[in-house]
C-alpha cells in the first residue's frame, strides 16, 4: 500500500528544522516493516509542494501528526490532501489524542488515533487496506472515527507499549535529510552537522500541572543493548554527528544511565557528542553520573528548574523538587564539563511579582549557558487548564495562539494580569542576557558570531510582539 505521512508546518518564530519528526519516524518503520511503499511530507522543510506529491504519487492512506500549535494546519493539510484524493486521512498526535471529537468533527478527517501510535497504525493500515469497514475498525483500540453515516465511534483505550526493545528503529528513509540541519548552539569547536534524535524511554512517574503527557503516569525504558544498537547505527550507517536524546525523564533509573554510558565508551561512540532535548530531573542526578555522561559524550544536560520559588514548586506544578537540589544539579554539571540550560516559567497560577522575581534571580544565580523562559501556558488536558478555566480568565481564543515563544500571557488570574506577567517575562530575558559579565562570555564565543544572524531574526520576531497570520479554522 501507498501510505504518505505528513508533519504539517508550524507558525512559531524558531527553528524547528534540526532533525526530522521521531514520532513519524517510527511510523516509517512500522509500514516499511508491512512491506508498504511510503513517502513523507515535512511541511517545516520540503520545498515541494503537497499537491505535487499527491499527484505523483498517488497515495491509498494519508496520516497526519499535530501538536496543539500544529491542529489547525493540520486540519487545513487534510483539506488538501481530500481535495486532490478520496482516500482515507489518519490524524494522530497529542492534541488530537487529548480532544478526538473536535478533530473528528471535521469532514476532511475520517480517523483519529489516541495515544501511542505504532501498533495502532500497524492494525489501521492493515484494516483499510482491504477497504474503510467500521466493524472492522471498531476491532481496533484507540481509535476515534466517523462512520459513513456519520457516527462517530471511539474504540477503547489502548494499553501502552511495555516492551520498547519489540519496536523497530526509526526510519529516516523517506526524509529529505540534506534539509535537516543542527541549529542547537553547541560547542565552539563543533561544525553543525547532521543531527538525529533518539528516545530511550517513554513516559514520566511525575504529573506536573502544566504537562500534557498523554500516556498513564508510567515510565517505561528500552534496555540499554537496544539503545546501543540504535547509537551505533546512528553514527556508522547514517552519519551522524550530533545525537539529541529526547526522553521526558532520561535519568529515572540511574544504573540504567550508567550502564548506556558504559556501552557507548566500550564502543567508542563517545566521540560523538550528544545533548539533552529535554530537561533531566535535578533531584535524581548527582556529580558521578553526570561526570560518567559526560565521558560517554554528552556535552549539555538541561534541567526544568520552572521557578525560583519553592511554594510554587510544591504547591502549584507538584514539581517534586527543592532548589537546593537544582543548585547542587548545576553547580555539578558545571564542574564536570557539561554545557547547561535552564528552562524556567514566568506567570504560573497563584504566582505574584514576588515570586516570579524570586524566578528570575534564581536563573541568574545558577548562570546556565542558556536560560529558556517561558510563560505558562495551560494546554488542553493538562491540571493547569483546568484551574485557570475554573479560577482565572483564558486570553486566547485560537489554538494558534498556544505557542509560547511570543511574549504574550495566555490567561489571567486574580492578582495576576496579564501586563505583570508579560513584564516580568521581558524583563527575565533583558537581566539574564544583558549582564555585563554574560555579554562579555557571549562575545568570546565563536558559535555566538556564527549564530548571529538566526539569534538576531528570531528576537526581533519574540520582542516586537511578533504576530502569527490568521487562519481559518476552528477556534479553541
Sequence with gaps: MRVLLINPPYNIPIETRASPPLGLAYLVAISERRGDEVRVWDGEVDPEPLEKILEEFRPEVVGITATTVQIKMAWKTAERVKKALNVPVVLGGVHPTLMPEESISHPAIDVVVRGEGEETWEELTSSLERGFDPQALKQIRGLTFRTPSGEIISTPDRPVIMDLDSLPFPSYRPFKM???????????HL?????????????CPYRCSYCSQISPRRWRMRSPENVLAEWRWLVKDMGAL?????????NVDRERVIRICELLIREKLNHVPWIMINGIR????????????????????AFGVESGDQRILDEVIHKQLTLEQVRNAFKWAKEVGLETIGF???????????????????????????????????????????????????????????????????????????????????????????????????????????????????AWKTFTGYKRGRRDGNTC
Design 178 to 188: 540534506r534539509l535537516y540541519t543542527n541549529l542547537q548552539p553547541t560547542i565552539d
Design 242 to 250: 550530533e545525537i539529541g536524546v529526547l526522553d521526558d525523564t532520561f
Design 344 to 458: 524556567f516559567i514566568i506567570g504560573l497560577p497563584g504566582e505574584t511579582e514576588e515570586t516570579m522575581e524570586k524566578t528570575i534571580r534564581f536563573a541568574i544565580e545558577l548562570d546556565p549557558l542558556v536560560a529558556n523562559f517561558s510563560i505558562a501556558t495551560p494546554f488542553p488536558g493538562t491540571e493547569m487548564y483546568e484551574v485557570v478555566k475554573r479560577e482565572g480568565k483564558l486570553l486566547i481564543k485560537d489554538w494558534d495562539d498556544f505557542a509560547f515563544f511570543e511574549g504574550k500571557a495566555h490567561f489571567e488570574m486574580p492578582g495576576m494580569p496579564a501586563e505583570l506577567v508579560e513584564r516580568k517575562w521581558r524583563e527575565a530575558y533583558r537581566r539574564f542576557y544583558l549582564r555585563p559579565k554574560r555579554v562579555l562570555k557571549a562575545l568570546t564565543r565563536k558559535r555566538t558570531w556564527l549564530d548571529l544572524p538566526r539569534t538576531l531574526k528570531v
Design 282 to 301: 535535578a533531584n535524581l542526578v548527582d556529580k558521578e553520573l553526570l561526570r560518567k555522561m559526560r565521558e560517554a559524550g554528552c556535552i549539555r544536560v
Design 191 to 203: 561544525p553543525r552537522g547532521r543531527s538525529f534524535p533518539i528516545m530511550t524511554s517513554r513516559g
